[in-house]
C-alpha cells in the first residue's frame, strides 16, 4: 500500500511539476533523450552557463509550452508570464545591473532566448525585442532616462516595442520621413510606423524619427511614452505567427513629447537602431534555434513510432539522413549564433557582419528545419493539434523581420567588398 | 528561542521526465550523458528551508549532497535557489552505486551533529530509487524526533507542528526541536533560481569532503544481483457489455463473485 502511494505520489509529482498536458505529446520535448546526444544545446558551455539555461528550459517547460497553442489559436499576449519571466531575469537580460539590468553578456542572452523559445518561441521573440530596447536606453540613454525607465522595464511591468519600419521605408530604413520637429521643450512628432512588435499593448515606444538632413545622419531616436498626446494605433494586424504578440501600426499626429525624451544625442538615431539591431539580431537568431530544436526532437520521436510499410519509420534510410542533415545544419547555426554573440561580447569589429551571417543563415536554415520536421510528420504536421507547424509558422518571420536576410547578404557583402562604415 | 540552523539534503537524480533505460548487463541503468537534476522532494525541502529563512526563523541553510563530482551542481542550483553553503561528501564510481540510505543517513547525522543543526530537512524518497529510508535511518541514529512526509510545517516555540500525509488521510503531530522532516508534494510549490542569484551562487562556500571524514564506512551492506525492465504491458481485450466485463474481471478473480 505504502509502496503504491509513494508510486503515485511520485507520478502526481512529476504532472504537478511540469503541469503537463496529457495530449498527444505528453512529455516536454528533449528531456528524455537530447542529453548525450549531437544536438544537446549544453555541448560546449560552462557550468554557470548550463544552469543559466536549466532555469531558462524548467522555465519554458513549465510556464509556456503548455500555453503556446492556445496562446496561438486566441492570440493571447501573455503579461503575466512575461513578468513571472522577468522575475527571473529575463527582462534585460544583458543590461547593466546599476539600473536593475541582470548585467548577463551577449552569449548568455542567446542561451536563454534559445532555450525559451522551445517552450514558445513567438511569446520568446517579443521577449527579445523587449531586451533589444531596454539595452538601448541602458546603452545610449542619459542617466535620467535609464533610472525612470530600466527598473520597471527590467521587470516587465512595462513593456517597450521598436520603431523604425514605415510603410514607405522597409529595407530602406535610412530614408524613414516620420518627422519631430522641435518646439521649444517638445518634439512634435508627424508620421507613420508600421508592422511594431507590441504596438499599442507596450508603455514606450522608441521612435526613429528624422530631425534634420537626409539619409541616416538625419535620424534621432526619441522615446515617445504611451498616452503622449497625438499617438495612436493601426488595427491588430493577422499573421501566419507570432500570434501571441501584437503587431501595429503606430500613428503620430502632432505628437508631443518632451525633449528630455531624446535617446542619446540629436542625429544619432540610425546608429543607436542598428546598434540594438546587432544584438537583436543574434537574439532573433537565437529563437530559431530553439524552434528548431523542438522541431527537430519532435520529428525523431515520430519517426520512431509511427509505422508505415510495416516498420517505424525511423528504418527508412531517406528519412534517416534527413534528421542527420537537419541535425548538422542546426549545430552549425548554432556555432555561427554563438561567433556573433561572442564578436559582440568582444567588441570585434566585425561584428556587423558577423550578426548578419549569424542570423540570415540560421533563420533560413532553422525555419527548412522546421519546415521538413512538418514534412515527416505527414499530414499530421499539418494539424494544428501537432506543435510542430507552429515551430514553422512562428519562425517564418525571422527571415524577415530585423532586417530581411537580402539585407543581411547586402552588409555582408559590403563588409568584404568596401571599406568598414557601421559599427 | 533563537533561528534555526537548517541542513538541507540535495540527491542529484535522474530527471523525471526521462525515459530510464536499463543497461544489457542489467547492473543498473544508464547515466551517463543523461539529464540529472534535484530530486523534485529536495527541491521542497529546499523551498521549506528558504521560507524560514525569509521569515527569519532560520538563521542559515547548509546544502549536503553524498555522490560524484557532478553533485556540485545541484548543490549550486540548491545556493542559487537560496542556500547559504554547501558540503560535497564525494563518492565515486563503484562505491556510489553501493551507497545506501544507511549510509547517507549516518553521513548526514554525523554533519548534523558538527554543524549543530535544529532542523534536518529532507525529500520523503528519492525519485531514483525510491527508498524512502534515510530520513527515519537519520532520525534514529541522531536519536531525534522525525516527522516523515510533512505537508505543513510550522514552528511553535522550539517544537514543530506538522501535518503528515499518511495512508488513512492527514495526522497533526507536534515535535520537539531538532528534529527529522521530510517533505512530501504538497508542502509547497519550488521556486525557480533567478539569473542573478545563479550569479551570486558561484560565490558561496562549498566546501568538499569525503565520507572518512565522517568516520562512515561505505562498504557496501547489500548487493543488486540484477536489475530489470518491467513487464511489457499486454495488449487489452474489447468488451461488448458491462456483463461481459464482470464476468471477465470474475474469472480473473479481480473481484469477488
Ligand atoms: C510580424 C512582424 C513584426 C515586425 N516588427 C517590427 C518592429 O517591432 N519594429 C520595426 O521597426 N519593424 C518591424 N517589422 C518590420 C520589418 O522589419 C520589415 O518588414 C522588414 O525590414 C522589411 O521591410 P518591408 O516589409 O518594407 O519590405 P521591403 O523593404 O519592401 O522588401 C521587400 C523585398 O525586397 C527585398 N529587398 C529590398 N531591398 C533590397 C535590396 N537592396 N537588395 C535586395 N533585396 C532587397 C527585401 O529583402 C524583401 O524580400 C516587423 C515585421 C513583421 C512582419
Known sequence: MAATLSRVGNIAAKLLKSHVYISNQCRFIGDSWINGSCIDPTLGLSDEQKQIQKVAIDFARNEMYPNMARWDQEEIFPLDVLQKAAGLGFGAVYCREKYGGTGLSRMDASIIFEALSQGCTSTTAYISIHNMCVWMIDEFGNDELRQKWIPQLATMEKLASYCLTEPDHGSDAANLTTSAKQKGDHFIINGAKAFISGGQDTDMNLVMCRTGEKGPKGISCILVEKGSPGLSFGKKEKKIGWNSQPTRAVIFDNCKVPVSNLVGQLGDGFKIAMRGLNGGRVNIASCSLGAAQSSLELARDHVKVRKQFGKHLEHFQHLQFKLAEMATKLVVSRNMVRMAATALDKNWPEKVSLCSMAKYFATEECFKICNQALQIHGGYGYLKDYAVQQYMRDSRVHEILEGTNEIMRVLISRDLLEDRKYS | ?257
Not at chain 2, 25 to 49: C, L, Q, R, W, Y
Not at chain 2, 155 to 167: A, F, Q
Not at chain 2, 176 to 192: G, H, I, S
Not at chain 2, 215 to 229: M, N
Request: net charge neutral; glycine share 6%.
Open chain 2, 1 to 257: 528561542m533563537s533561528a534555526l540552523r537548517v541542513l538541507v539534503g540535495c540527491k542529484r537524480v535522474i530527471d523525471y521526465a526521462v525515459r530510464v533505460r536499463v543497461k544489457p548487463d542489467k547492473t543498473g541503468v544508464f547515466t551517463d550523458g543523461v539529464k540529472h537534476s534535484m530530486n523534485p522532494f529536495d527541491e521542497i525541502a529546499m523551498e521549506e528551508a528558504i521560507r524560514m529563512k525569509e521569515k527569519k526563523l532560520a538563521s542559515e541553510i547548509i546544502v549536503v549532497s553524498c555522490g560524484p563530482i557532478q553533485c556540485q551542481e545541484t548543490l549550486r542550483t540548491a545556493l542559487a535557489m537560496g542556500g547559504d553553503r554547501a558540503i560535497h561528501v564525494q563518492v565515486d564510481g563503484k562505491e556510489y552505486e553501493g551507497l545506501q540510505p544507511f549510509h547517507v543517513s549516518k553521513i548526514l547525522a554525523k554533519i548534523a551533529q558538527e554543524e549543530k543543526v535544529d532542523l534536518l530537512i529532507l525529500g520523503k524518497q528519492a525519485i531514483d530509487d525510491d527508498c524512502n529510508q534515510t530520513g527515519q535511518m537519520t532520525a534514529a541514529i541522531l536519536d531525534w524526533p522525525q516527522a516523515t512526509f510533512a505537508s505543513k510545517v510550522e514552528i511553535d516555540n522550539g517544537s514543530l507542528k506538522v501535518l503528515r500525509e499518511i495512508d488513512g488521510g492527514l495526522e497533526n503531530i507536534k515535535v520537539k526541536l531538532p528534529a527529522v522532516v521530510t517533505t512530501d508534494l504538497r508542502l509547497n510549490e519550488p521556486r525557480y533560481a533567478t539569473l542573478p542569484n545563479i550569479m551570486k551562487a558561484k560565490k558561496k562556500p562549498l566546501t568538499t569532503k569525503k565520507p572518512s571524514d565522517y568516520a562512515v564506512d561505505i562498504s557496501p551492506r547489500q548487493e543488486v544481483l540484477s536489475v530489470e525492465d518491467p513487464p511489457v504491458r499486454e495488449a487489452g481485450q474489447k468488451v461488448e457489455s458491462v456483463e461481459q466485463l464482470v464476468q471477465k474481471l470474475r474469472d480473473a478473480g479481480l473481484i469477488v463473485s
